[in-house]
């Protein structure tokens, strides 16, 4: 299971000005029932389907065989899709698949296939991949819960005239549409061509929808353990159906930094993996608290961070800058790589210390250092301790965080369901477009 640690939040470490005593702890913990009310009415109205969605039967159905088809058809997975039908995929992806994917042969693959994650509409860079993999060995995976998203609008219409190009009335073979099950200009494309398709369940949203089809789909074609992600999702929802912010760990997060916000102005949320693999959760997580919590004036802002690199670019900020920072590490226990592929034995002089080493102890030493660093100048920080980068404890960290958000949204009295900021700009867009 994951492990949590708050202990560098409390007034005991980083000082009174700074942390969370005792009464403010039982102080929150009152305005922790309510919010456990109000996250148990959001489940209830299916708005909070994310929690509960993990234990239908029905969430992986096909999904398997259909992976396995795509991997023995297709040499490239290309997913279009952007927000929340992509930032799941390319945490998973990062985080599960072995180092360099892409450059491996097939065989060091496993037979599955190459991946590209294409959310933006940069010109340079589609046409670019476009022109680099070819039509006929790809599958083009289309992921729009509405399907009215003009750049992923955009990314089908150019890919699919490249297949029509190359592959004439046989482009329809090379994609695959994750949509809505009823509704949306996508969900018509697929009935009106005939196109393969998988629902993505009502009324779950982009930033929630990592662990249904959006994630599970894509990342099976990889060949990630879905069950086991789903498996530790369940054991994680467990944990987090406690009513009390004593035995729950994701009311403490979001309950926890709330409290920063709302008592000590710490409205800067920085989440710091130390772990190439982890890099993309920041960013998985980023999008979640942002869109989730950033309404009627209020929420904090992510930021995202990577250890032990920006030890060397923000670190100096977080240490002596504005003290309106929350830090958030994730740290790893055991990597994947044997320890002795990096351990050093020869070092001399001034480099002696690192005899004996590896670099996953280094980088732990580093996390723990910056941690303690940054506690001593009262910068209040938690921890989340992954016993490995496994299926498993992916689906413990989204399905905590999902949880964590909602509650924080509880908590600031908003809809953590909606995005009403981004309807104008996406309207404004396509007016624009209409009239050019
Ligand atoms: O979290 C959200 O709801 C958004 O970020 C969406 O995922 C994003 O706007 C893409 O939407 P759609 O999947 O409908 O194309």
């Known amino acids: 299971m994951l492990k949590f640690d708050f202990s560098n939040l409390m007034a005991d470490s980083v000082g009174q000005s700074d942390g969370l005593t005792a009464n403010d702890i039982s102080a929150l913990a009152e305005s922790a029932k309510g919010a456990h009310q109000k996250f148990n009415g959001w489940r209830e109205s299916r708005e909070a389907i994310f929690f509960d969605v993990v234990n239908d ?87 729009s819960k509405s399907g009215g998203t003009t750049e992923t609008a955009a990314q ?32 018509e494309i697929v009935q009106k061509e005939g196109l393969d398709s998988f629902p993505v369940p009502p009324m779950l949203g982009g930033r929630f929808s990592v662990l249904c089809s959006v994630g599970l789909l894509p990342a099976a074609c990889l060949g990630i353990d879905i069950e086991a992600m789903l498996q530790g999702a369940r054991d994680m929802a467990k944990r987090c159906s406690a009513a009390t912010l004593d035995e729950n760990p994701a009311y403490r997060i979001g309950g926890f930094q709330h409290w920063f916000d709302a ?7 920085v989440m710091i993996p130390y772990s190439d693999s982890l890099m993309l959760a920041s960013d998985w ?26 030890q060397h670019s923000q670190v100096q900020l977080y240490m002596e800058g504005p003290r309106d920072k929350v830090f958030t590490f994730l740290g790893v226990e055991r990597f994947r790589a044997d320890d002795s592929a ?23 030493a580093e996390q723990q250092a910056t941690t303690k660093a940054l506690a001593s100048q009262g910068r209040p920080s938690m921890t989340v301790s992954f016993p490995a980068v496994d299926a498993r404890h992916m689906g413990e960290f989204f399905m905590a965080y999902e949880t964590a958000t909602a509650f924080a949204g509880a908590l600031y009295g908003v809809n953590p369901f909606d995005q009403p900021g981004v309807e104008l700009g996406k309207k404004l867009t396509r007016e624009m477009l209409a009239k050019a």
């Open 57 to 143: 039967p029905d969430l992986t159905r096909g999904i398997a065989d259909k992976a396995s088809e795509i991997a023995s058809r297709f040499e490239n997975l290309v997913v279009l899709g952007i927000g929340g039908s992509a930032l799941g995929l390319r945490c998973l992806a990062q985080a599960l698949l072995p180092a360099q994917w892409n450059l491996r042969t097939s065989e060091a693959r496993g037979r599955k296939p190459r991946i590209f994650v294409c959310d933006n509409i940069d010109p340079d860079a589609f046409s670019g991949l476009l022109d680099t993999i070819g039509a006929e060995r790809t599958c083009f995976m289309v992921i």
């Open 156 to 187: 089908y219409l150019v890919a699919r005239g490249r297949l029509k190009a190359a592959l004439g009335d046989r482009w329809k073979k090379n994609v695959i549409a994750v949509t809505d099950p009823a509704r949306g200009v996508l969900r």
């Open 263 to 269: 008592k000590k102005r710490k409205n800067i949320s």
């Open 285 to 310: 997580y980023a999008q979640l608290w942002a869109e989730s919590l950033g309404k009627e004036g209020k929420g904090s802002t992510p930021v995202k961070a990577l250890g032990a690199t920006d």
């Open 342 to 364: 990096t351990r050093i034995s020869d070092a001399e002089g001034a480099y002696a210390y690192l005899n004996g080493k590896d670099m996953g102890e280094i980088l732990r």
